[in-house]
Every structure is written in C-alpha cells, then in structure tokens.
C-alpha cells in the first residue's frame, strides 16, 4: 500500500459513501475491567454523531507507513484449498467442541508423521511440515477431516515397521507402513481400514513390529494382550480378524503397548524386569 491507495481509503470515509454498518467498543476503567459497551448502526446514529466518527476514521489513517500506519498483505496462498482462511473458517465453525489432545510425540525432524482417524483414513506427512510454534499455540492443521470424523491415533514413522489398527468391535489388523505414500499436511489422507457393522469405528492405532507386544482394554476393563507376530498383516483397504471376542454392548476403548524390558550388556533382560504376570503391565504409546 502507498500514500495514493491510503487517501483513496479516507475519501471512503463520508456520509455518502461510508461502508461502515456497525459500530462496536468499549470503555475500560485504569484496571482495564470493561464499564460498559457501545454497539449500534452506524447509519442510525444521528448526524453530528456520524461525522464525529467519521472524522476519528479518516484521522486514523492520517499516519505514516512504517511508522504508525501498518500495510498487512494477504497473499493468494491463503485463499486456496488448504491454506490459512480455510483452516481459520474450519475452527470458526468447529466452535472448539469436543476437541482434546490425542497425543503428543518426540521428534527428531528426520520422522514422518501418520495420523488415523475414526473412520478408517490415514495421512502420513513429513515432520519438517509442521512449522514449529511456540509453547501455548494452537499449530497448523495436520489433516482435513470429514464431517463426524475424528483423529483417533498419531505415530510416528520410526516407532515401527507396521501399523496396528483396532476397531471398537475388537476386529484388528497389521499393515506394512510403507503401504501408506507421504503426502503434504492438510490432505484428506487414504482409506487405511474397512469400516462395516461387523467392525465399528476404529478406536486406535499403533506403529509396532514383531517384537513388539499390545493390549486391548474393552469399556468393562477387561484387558487382553497380544503379541504382535500373531495378528494377521494384511492389506490397507481391509478390516482384519478377531483379536477378542466381546459380551454384547461391550466394546474395546483403548490399545496400548507393552513398554520393552531394557537389555543389559549381554543382550539380556536387565535385572529387575523379570516378566511377572501378577504385576500391572507398564504401557508406552
């Protein structure tokens, strides 16, 4: 913007021309608690009222470029499929309801992000996509769901060779993530399990190998685990085979797996993890 463009916006500021419809503030007291607000039709107000507005407005733009006067540019980028006014409309609609954190993950830069939804779609994006922000900020959008869907899994390309996906009827499978191409962040992703009513939804997702061991814990608390050699590896567009079998009105809540015991020098188990079945099984994501 330059000085041209700047007093070619003043002269928008008259009683003719004016294409402000609303007027809305506040005033504060030195606490900075708000006493009262001001919201009203600009058109209504009477005209002594409307000029002095009027005036307020065009002595705002009466400043210096750089100085008091700040250009803010909107790039084409943000008006595409996927870019910053999409994601800002999609969380203005969200109304924020229903939404958690999933899960979070150590990362080194040289990892590949997949992330899983409830109905069985999958995304996997390189890290360095994701731009880093700080501590307390909201990030970028990593998927574009479909409506009623939700993120139920996020893993990380090195912590397994294959991905371990559970439905809430305790049907399950392996697949081999390479199955799963790299895309960009944002995307809709690719069909990753075969939902049917004999499945339901997916309620979690794991990159495991075959060392590597699970549980199952239903909504009563049962708990199964399995070791992971013993489900089927199967293709990406299919629902897998019984991993428990369920009472009526019973569904599985969560997956976990089982944290590996650390090795000593030798290779072998470090003392003090001697499997013992009676004891509470420690869980890693």
């Known amino acids: 913007m ?31 608690n708000i006493k009262t607000e001001v919201k009203h039709a600009f058109l209504s107000l009477d005209e002594e009222e409307m000029f002095k507005y009027i005036n307020i407005f065009r002595s705002c733009l009466s400043g210096s470029l750089g100085r008091n006067l700040i250009n803010l540019e909107f790039p084409i980028e943000q008006e595409e499929t996927g870019g910053t006014q999409e994601f800002l409309l ?41 731009r880093p922000t700080g501590r307390s900020a909201m990030g970028v959008i990593g998927m574009s769901l479909m ?10 390309s090195t912590q397994g060779d294959t991905m371990l996906i559970v439905s ?4 399950g499978k392996r697949t081999d993530i390479d199955e799963y191409t790299v895309q960009h962040r944002g995307g809709k992703g690719v069909k990753c399990y075969k939902i049917t009513e004999k499945t339901g939804n997916v309620v979690g997702a794991k990159a495991v190998d075959d060392s590597r061991e699970v549980m199952l814990i239903t ?16 293709g990406r567009i299919t629902s897998g085979v019984k991993l ?42």
Do not use: W
């Open 244 to 285: 428990i079998n369920l009472d009526e009105g019973i569904k599985v809540a969560t997956i976990a797996k089982v944290r590996k015991q650390p090795a000593d020098e030798d290779g072998k188990d470090a003392e003090g993890f001697e499997e013992d079945t009676d004891k509470t099984v420690e869980s890693e994501d």
């Open 2 to 32: 330059n000085k041209k463009e700047v007093s070619e916006i003043k002269r928008l500021f008259n009683k003719n021309k004016c294409h402000v419809r609303k007027l809305c503030g506040c005033y504060v007291d030195a606490e900075k």
């Open 168 to 171: 809430e009827n305790g049907m």
């Open 90 to 130: 999609r969380l203005r609609d969200s109304r924020l309801e229903d939404d958690e954190l999933i899960e979070v993950k150590l990362t080194d830069d040289q990892a590949e992000i997949l992330m899983v939804t409830m109905l069985g779609q999958c995304i996997r994006f390189k890290e360095t996509d994701v």
């Open 219 to 234: 909504t009563e608390g049962i708990i199964i685990r399995l070791q992971c050699s013993d489900i089927s590896n199967l």
């Open 147 to 156: 409506d009623e869907d939700e993120v139920v899994g996020v893993q990380v």
